[in-house]
């Protein structure tokens, strides 16, 4: 069997909610969505997530204002996107086609629309510095595992685009 060579870049708490901010989790342990995604046979790149990376699991809510300022964190950011970076570069050399990027809309660190998280701005940083265009897409704040209106249908959109 061959791969598809398709493939999205997610933010890290979409496969994984145990990296939540403990209360805000949405979700049992990955947003179920991510099953339609691998149901047609595209891959996932998760991206890190620097916020339990450099402040742990038991850490307060902070606005992006507070990641943005905080000593060593735009840094810590940027080198944990590196291979990420390195990777994606890698498929495209190799004719994969990625289909875009999720976030999470109003995250500190992962929104791409409005005020961008401080990790998706160094993201776009490096893919700008790469020559390297990326469609976007965002989990709602609405969404829900079990609370998920019309987002299925946003996502095919996005997957086909």
């Known amino acids: 069997m061959k ?32 099953l339609e995604i691998l149901d047609q046979g595209i891959a996932v790149i998760q991206l890190p997530c620097p916020e339990f990376i450099f402040l742990g699991g038991n850490r307060p809510p902070m606005t992006y204002e507070e990641y943005a300022k905080l000593l060593g964190f735009r840094e810590k950011c940027r080198e944990l996107l590196l291979p990420i970076i390195e990777q994606v570069k890698l498929y495209l050399a190799e ?32 893919c700008q510095q790469e020559n390297i265009s990326l469609k976007n897409f965002e989990v709602p704040t609405w969404y829900e595992e079990n609370h998920q209106e019309d987002f299925h249908e946003n996502l095919a959109k996005f997957l086909e685009d």
């Not at 994984?16 to 989790?25: D, L, P, R, S, T």
């Not at 995250?107 to 940083?125: A, T």
Request: overall charge negative; hydrophobic content about 40%.
């Open 3 to 34: 791969p598809q060579k398709q493939f999205v870049i997610a933010s890290h708490c979409i496969l994984n909610q145990n990296a939540v901010i403990h209360g805000w989790e949405r979700a049992r342990g990955a947003f179920p969505f991510i």
């Open 95 to 126: 004719d994969y086609q990625c289909l875009g990027v999720i976030g999470i809309h109003e995250s500190p660190n992962c929104s791409i629309s409005g005020q961008r998280g401080v990790l998706m701005e160094e993201f776009f940083s490096l």
